[in-house]
């Protein structure tokens, strides 16, 4: 069965910092502080088609409504304020929706987590040399409860210049916690001999059909020839912060050879040369 127009809007939605929905008149709407985007998934009033409410920056709503009318309209009630409706029927251009979704974003959230969204993460050479040795990350989740979860992922690896990604094989607590509505996780990569690795941050998504989930499962066929057949989901983390993992053990001057060496020595092993 394919994502329905209520799972795309609320990955997108989801995806931002610190977001929490909430029923609104029977309708899923989405919060940060305040309100930002109400989905109507079968349609409200006159529009009898599924479609979004979305704050909108200033002058957006007639610009928008000028040059997209068959795509954009004046909504009922939050028109006024500026509000932007955006018809979901027929084809949308799920990346235009996810645009206009950010900017009703950014004109609500307070400052700090508006200007947020907008930093680039770029995964460098030795971000995507650690993630593709190791293969081997530790994913910490918050349960709905509050408290922590933790989980290696034996399937991590990079998607693309931004996006981490692991495969659902047996990740029921993880996934269950990313669609509870808690996407923020963190991902521990590091090389255990060297002891230095890095700490990936950002919201996750999970796809259970659909593009994206099809991309991911010939991904890790042709990587590794995983079996489809074993895995339940796709998990994309958008990395949007990133630090360097590295070992008190170079607090003393060691260079990473002289650890490499004592952390070969401890574990009784030996590079193969």
């Given amino acids: 069965m394919a994502e329905t127009v209520e799972d795309r809007v609320r990955v997108i939605c989801m995806s931002l910092p610190e977001v929490t929905e909430k029923l609104s008149h029977g309708a899923p709407a989405f919060f940060v502080r305040k309100q930002f985007v109400m989905l109507w998934p079968d349609g409200h009033h006159d529009h009898h088609f599924p479609h979004l409410w979305c704050a909108a920056p200033v002058g957006a709503q007639a610009e928008l409504i000028e040059t997209e009318p068959e795509r954009f309209f004046r909504p009922p009630y939050v028109g006024g304020r500026g509000?932007?409706?955006?018809?979901?029927?027929?084809r949308p251009d799920w990346d235009e929706v996810a645009a206009v979704c950010r900017d009703a974003y950014r004109t609500v959230a307070p400052k700090k987590l508006a200007e947020s969204i907008d930093i680039v993460v770029v995964l460098d050479q030795d971000m995507r040399r650690v993630v593709e040795e190791q293969r081997l990350g530790y994913v910490a989740s918050v349960c709905p409860d509050g408290t922590p979860n933790l989980s290696p992922k034996g399937t991590t690896a990079v998607w693309d210049d931004d996006h981490l990604v692991f495969a659902h094989l047996h990740s029921n607590r993880t996934v269950g916690n990313i669609e509870a509505g808690n996407p923020i996780v963190e991902i521990n990569v590091v090389d255990p001999i060297k002891r230095k690795g890095y700490r990936f941050k950002g919201p996750a998504t999970v796809h259970r059909?659909?593009?994206?989930?099809?991309?991911?499962?010939?991904?890790?066929?042709?990587?590794?020839?995983?079996d489809p057949c074993r895995i339940e989901a796709i998990v994309i983390i958008s990395v949007e912060q990133v630090a360097p993992l590295v070992s008190p053990a170079y607090d003393d001057g060691s260079t990473e050879d002289e650890v490499e060496q004592r952390s070969l020595k401890m574990y009784r092993l030996e590079r193969l040369r």
């Fill in 83 to 90: 509000w932007l409706g955006v018809r979901l029927d027929g």
């Fill in 209 to 226: 059909e659909g593009t994206l989930y099809e991309a991911g499962l010939r991904f890790y066929q042709q990587r590794s020839g995983l």
